[in-house]
């Protein structure tokens, strides 16, 4: 019997088992999975890992007055017992009350539409050649580059959500990435360049990318040479990717109502109605906009995708929700309970998080600036709570209002209200990022898309790199 | 850490001594001061406090002293650093060793162990190229390792160390 067929006949009695059991608690659900992926790495053009897999497995999780039962599995023998486990595990623990914010059931079927290739129709060979030669082509680009990585995955996936509400919800999607990195050398300095990007439309979107390729390969080399910027506060110009990974890392963490509820500092600082930004800032998270590595149709409670208004005119108006924390915070659940796989339990997870585009012609952002600092992409970043650092990718001086020279090092660091507080101006153009994978409690790489205009922002901390020496 | 104050000797031997109860008979182990982490892409080493490797250590060209796949690297601050403050406006980033060992595709926990006061900062990394931190002080707290599921309690990474002693 194949997977397909698996999960197929499964259908009936995973309903079946919900009956029986759903009585026993306050809330039953059992979710299984099918997946099929491709993983190819390859360092200095050397292939490390050159793989296919196919996996399945499920997860039951009940809850009882508010206490939680889990278990997981891998074959398909083991889902009564694990029913009856994760039912016995809730009954033990629970104690309260169950908050589970209600959502009409469904069944229904749902396919995220491709608009090309199926990345699972072509060859393991023709996705190494085309890793091949994008490694050709980074380590290409001068004799100075010391080493290389491509990183290829896609993954098909069939979700089959059932619950004692009466939810059947059978759920697939495509989706793929490609990582590109190059290391230049030139005595004891080294720098990087990095691109990343995904897909859940079409594996030709992961084709002819060659420029965007080669790009990372000669911002690497091209920092060799160049001056580090000088540390201070500057007024900043970022691009639409750095932007997606501010609203995404520095702001939509934060956003996350279970990180807000079990921190009652946090939640403080969260009360809706507070100020954030220009009256200009808008803000959302959601994954019904179709065509991003965010997007689906129902999320893993079997909540409908929404799209949620984070800030509107720079005042915080919502969050995102998981059906407890809804419940928990009396407010509407958007959708947003995902988790990474089976083995994992469903968290408040973004989807896709964007600020939209505002009406400042993207060259009038530099007017003015005397002395300031144009930052694109992004190297690495870091985060605790409200703080960010994220190195910028590639970076220039402003000078009286125009780009000057090209500058390495420049991280930009800050507390994520005061920032947005500091936004001066929102650029009229407008990006999607699709290279986002999330991480969060141990379940990392959960596909999530980004976007955003450039940014004018005042008085950024930019650090040059006071490169410590050799202990 | 070269020259290692008693303070320094006292916080290294209790790590060693609870990671390796820990991670004893596990797929993890732990390696003490003196092995060579070795970063292809900048041609050099480094020499953390400790270190946890997951399964087989990986050598660059078969060379045993050259470590290539750390998973969790311990660093015992050698002097006073400036605290970490949640008002200040940047994270912390007070070793070039952190610095430099970021590009290990293998590390995912990277912990700095003060040794003035009760206070370890875990930096995990969340996403490929993107940290998290948490900070734990006080010997009443403690750390949860992000991956090895190490529990150490401060009580025990600073006993018998004495916080009077001058760096």
């Given at each position: 019997m194949d997977m397909v067929e698996a999960i197929d006949q499964a259908k009936t009695w995973v309903q079946e088992l919900c009956d029986r059991w759903g009585p026993r608690v306050d809330y039953l659900a059992i979710r299984l999975e099918q997946s099929e992926g491709t993983d190819i790495f390859l360092r200095g053009g050397q292939a490390e890992t050159l793989s296919e897999a196919i996996a399945i497995g499920g997860h039951v999780r009940a809850c009882y007055r508010g206490g939680w039962g889990f278990a997981s599995f891998n074959d398909l023998e083991s889902l009564a017992p694990c029913v009856e486990a994760a039912v016995a595990a809730a009954r033990l623990v629970g104690h309260d009350e169950t908050l589970l914010a209600p959502v009409d059931p469904i069944q229904i079927t749902r396919q995220l539409p491709?608009?090309?290739?199926?990345?699972?129709?072509?060859s393991l060979a023709r996705k190494k050649a085309l890793c091949n030669h994008y490694a050709d082509l980074l380590q290409g680009i001068d004799h100075r580059i010391a080493t290389t990585s491509v990183r290829y995955n896609d993954v098909a996936q069939r979700v089959l959500l059932a619950t004692s509400e009466g939810t059947l919800i059978d759920q697939a999607w495509s989706d793929m990435e490609m990582r590109f990195a190059a290391t230049a050398r030139d005595g004891d300095t080294v720098q990087t360049g990095r691109e990343t990007t995904g897909s859940r439309?079409?594996?030709?979107?992961?084709?002819?990318l060659d420029d965007q390729v080669m790009g990372a390969a000669q911002r690497a080399v091209a920092a060799l040479d160049l001056p580090s910027v000088r540390g201070a506060a500057y007024d900043v110009v970022i691009d639409p990717i750095l932007t997606g990974l501010f609203v995404h890392e520095a702001f939509g963490h934060l956003s996350e109502a279970d990180m807000a509820y079990e921190n009652p500092d946090l939640l403080e600082s969260m009360s809706l109605g507070r100020r954030f930004g220009p009256d200009s800032l808008q803000i959302f998270d959601g994954a019904a906009p179709q065509g991003h590595r965010g997007s689906y149709f129902y999320d893993d409670e079997g909540t409908p995708a929404t799209t949620t208004q984070l800030i509107e005119n720079g005042v915080l108006v919502g969050r995102l929700h998981s059906r407890e924390t809804a419940g928990k915070l009396g407010e509407q659940p958007t959708?947003?309970?995902?988790?990474?796989?089976?083995?994992y339990s469903p968290l408040v997870r973004m989807t896709n998080t964007w600020i939209e585009r505002g009406t400042t012609p993207v060259d009038d952002l530099?007017?003015?600036?005397k002395e300031g600092v144009y930052a694109r992409n992004w190297l690495e970043g870091m985060t605790n709570g409200e703080m960010f650092t994220f190195t910028a990718g590639e970076a220039w001086m402003i000078r009286n209002g125009k780009l000057a020279e090209p500058v390495r090092d420049v991280t930009l660091s800050g507390n994520v209200f005061r920032t947005l507080a500091d936004i001066e101006a929102i650029g009229d153009d407008f990006y999607w990022d699709e290279s986002g994978g999330c991480g969060k409690g141990g379940q990392n790489g959960l596909p999530v898309g980004c976007g955003g205009p450039s940014l004018r922002i005042r008085n950024v901390v930019v650090g040059g790199e006071a490169e410590a020496e050799y202990e | 850490m070269s020259d290692s104050s008693v303070n320094q000797g006292r916080i290294l031997r209790n790590l060693m001594r609870l990671m390796d109860v820990t991670c004893g008979r596990s797929l993890y182990e732990v390696l003490p001061r003196g092995v060579q982490v070795w970063l292809p892409e900048q041609g050099k080493g480094v020499y953390p406090d400790l270190l946890v490797v997951a399964g087989e250590p990986l050598l660059h060209d078969g060379q045993d002293d050259k470590l290539l796949n750390p998973c969790v690297i311990f660093e015992i601050l050698s002097g006073p650093t400036p605290s970490y403050n949640p008002e200040a406006s940047t994270l912390p980033d007070s070793s070039g060793m952190f610095r430099r060992c970021r590009a290990i595709p293998y590390l995912q926990t990277y912990l700095f162990v003060h040794q003035t006061e009760a206070r370890v900062e875990q930096f995990y990394r969340a996403e490929e190229n993107l940290w998290g931190m948490t900070t734990q002080s006080g010997l009443d707290s403690v750390v949860e390792l992000a991956i090895t599921d190490a529990r150490l309690p401060m009580m025990d990474i600073y006993e018998r160390v004495d916080f009077s002693l001058l760096v």
């Open positions: 491709l608009t090309g290739t199926n990345p699972r129709q072509i439309k079409a594996y030709e979107d992961l084709e002819n959708g947003n309970a995902r988790c990474l796989n089976y083995h530099f007017a003015d600036i | -």
